[in-house]
DNA sequence: TTCCATGCAAAGTGTTTGCACCCGG
DNA sequence: CCGGGTGCAAACACTTTGCATGGAA
């Protein structure tokens, strides 16, 4: 199990074996971001900074969020429409696929190992060498469920599409 | 099966039905977009139609392409981290899936019907009531693998990167 | 002291939108 | 004619980048 400081720890390792300097805003951005376990826009990331460092800007966290997912400690993921990349977390995390909630954006992980396998079945029966893949699952979560369908729906069903 | 005319004219039926009028730009648009095959960003879809006529702006073929993808006869897709979305005609297609070769950017289409009901039973088993779906794959596709990995390689690997 | 990192603002990209004019129904 | 459609340019949202300055090693 790795607490917070371990992993800025290594991140900081990293950082050093490749000549990159080790900022006070890149102490601050990092310990924000593997201290969240969510998935984090850019501009949510860097309000939460803020309230450590007032001073940095969106430019750095750029940098920096893009320096971490360079060298595997963060990951970009891009759900639905949505304009703007979520990075998460990856030390100490297994691959993982997301269900999306569409009404209250609730994201939700999971992993199915028999799915992947015939993920690398498919690439294979059509030659393809498979490096990875992007799979999301939309759909109304269970809390949103309750709400948006009552228990006694007497409406007529929507239409379908 | 169905012309290229002939799904026009539904296209035009459906915007009658909805008070939508029929300028020379959508036909241009609309006569393009179905007769292209593959998956079209709306910059490529301008370019082609403007070869019919060239006073069409990007403007009003953004307008037009999210008006298709509104009434359902094209599908917005987003591959990779690509910054610009690809439309793909819907009309007389079932849904599918994509491979997607990320050394020539081939897209090869493939339906796993297993996968799919194992998306749900995933979905449902975590609560969620399923909408859809995006599943991509990435790798190699079997022209690049040969090319990237010569049988009888002598020349010196060249920087990964 | 040497460069990499930073903040700022400007530039970039892909897409949408306000507006005056145009044209399909 | 009337109201939606169009071209144009400006606005937008997100992200990157050039530049002068600041600070880590």
Redesign the interface.
Known sequence: MDTTATIIQRVREEARRRNVRWTNQREAIVATFVASKDHLTVEELHRRVRLKDATVSAATVYRTINMLTEIGVAV?R?FG?SASAAFECAVDRDHHDH?V??ICGSI?E?H?D??ER??VE??D??????????????????TC?IQVDPPAAEDPAPVA?
């Not at 029966?125 to 269970?142: D, I, K, N, P």
């Open positions: 970009r891009q429409a269900l909630c569409t939700t999971f199915h028999l799915i015939m993920q498919v690439a029966t059509h030659g393809f060498l498979l490096s990875h893949h992007r799979m999301e699952l939309y759909g109304t979560c269970g469920r599409r």
